[in-house]
């Protein structure tokens, strides 16, 4: 399918990089130079920390800098910076408090209403002081005070129409911050302005806010668009771009990858492909994290590298779970080969751990991963279907790189009809069934493969043990009849079971 692009930047457009990676790369290198933008959100999204590291990137690259606070005191702006460990050396601040020193006369002096006078007044002070510095990037904290000061819609709009215009002969960046979500003023500035970005914070029942960004228009310019997940931490603002899977294909070796265990192999048609998926589906207890494991404990010991990432289990129980079977992950944790990573779902957003798994993948050149379990990824998921175009650009992503890409999912219930979180099959290109079945009053497991995209496949049922031996897989259970109902009938001999 083609997609229609939009136009991109002329290449002479000079751009004027924020400082934050991941918003650089949605904005594709930066904000346009020399233009208006509005920086919108409700109080506390993180728009001053945004625009005081938009300053001090221009600080960094020799562009002087000046923040004019209407609404924040200069204390409440140093103690912004402070918390995350910056210096405003280099930065000029103009607070509301030093214009009001000078309109007090003024105003009291004139027969008329002090809104008439203060907008016109205060406006001009703020360009005879933006004259008098000539900053290269210039931050207006809020619009909000100006609107109240307009009074009238008519007469703010006007006045925004005269900042475009005193800005645009000025080799000047600005930024303007509005908390004001919706309403008139809003749309009259959006209107005016080159680019509009959003910032956004998500309330959850449980677990951390969840911020996330938005650029809703920017003129001239292919950026990524939609919604992109966002994280205030120490240091400051962290933007995780939207991962957009055909920006990232590459060329890799077409194989296979073999477990070391004959039989699973041999159902699988000789071994997972690589640069594509596995989904190991199942009740709890059945052996998918364990199965999963094992192909990464194979690739470790080739050499490759294999990176498991934890929803559920602890790393302390998988080493200890691996060290019951006989494999050696821990020795292969310790080498560097495989590495561990278990991840909150009630801290870390869907956004920042893909954009985890991404910057893990091409840093650390993984050949496969491991995500243990995908119950957990849904739970830190606002919906379903989020959950199935985010996945579906995973894993288009890691299959570019030609990753070796292994799932779990935890189905509900023991015996009999299954209950899955979302039906999550079509995505994966082979898809390994497991079950328990009752056989002679004890409680056995069986694998099969119910889907194979890239070539054939066993459909015969088998059965999976795991001990102190490792994880074996018997032959087919030709002599069963109803093994995925949990209680198959038995017309063989007990020399075909596993013991």
Known sequence: MVTAQRPSLAPDIPRSPTGISGLDAILRGGLPARRLY????????????????????????????????????????????????WSLDGLSILELSSLESQLTKETQNTIFHPSEFELNKTTQLLLDHIEKLQPKRLVVDSLSELQLMA???????????????????????????????????????????????????????????????????????????????????????????????????????????????????????????????????????????????????????????????????????????????????????????????????????????????????QTKRAAVVAIDSLNGYLQAMPDVKFLSIQLHDLLSFLGNHGVVTLLTVAQAGIVGQMRSPADLTYLADTVVLLRYFEHEGRIRKAVSIIKKRAGRHEETIRELRMDDGGIRVGPALREFQGVLTGVPRYRGKSADILH
Do not use: C, W
């Not at 990137?57 to 562009?63: K, L």
């Open 151 to 361: 009074d009238t819609a008519l007469r703010y709009r006007r006045q925004m129409l005269a900042l475009k215009h005193f800005f645009a002969g000025r080799d000047l960046t600005v930024l303007l911050l509005d908390d004001h979500a919706s309403g008139e003023g809003d749309l009259h500035v959006q209107s005016i302005v080159h680019g509009v970005i959003t910032i956004e914070q998500l309330n959850s029942d449980y677990g951390a806010d969840r911020r996330r960004i938005r650029v809703n228009k920017l003129r001239g310019l292919n950026f990524i668009g939609g919604y992109h997940d966002a994280l205030i931490e120490p240091g400051g603002l962290r933007v995780f771009p939207r991962l957009v899977a055909s920006e990232h294909e590459q060329e890799f070796q077409r194989d296979r990858l073999l477990s070391g265990i004959e039989n699973l192999d041999a159902l699988l048609g000789g071994g997972v492909d690589r640069g594509t998926s596995t989904l190991l589906i199942g009740p709890a207890g059945t052996g998918k994290s364990t199965i999963a494991l094992q192909y990464a404990v194979a690739a470790a010991q080739r050499g490759e590298k294999a990176v498991l990432f934890l929803f559920e289990e602890s790393r302390r129980t998988l080493l200890a779970r691996a060290d019951a079977i006989g494999a050696p992950l821990r020795a292969l944790t310790e080498n560097g080969t495989i590495e561990i990573y278990q991840i909150d779902p009630g801290q870390l957003s869907p956004g920042e751990f893909v954009h985890f798994v991404k910057e893990t993948v």
């Open 38 to 85: 509005l920086l919108r959100g409700d109080p506390g999204v993180g728009k001053t920390t945004l625009s005081l590291q938009y300053l001090l990137e221009g600080v960094r690259r020799g562009e002087p800098g000046l923040y004019i606070s209407l609404s924040e005191t200069r204390d409440e702006i140093v103690a912004v910076a402070e918390s995350h460990g």
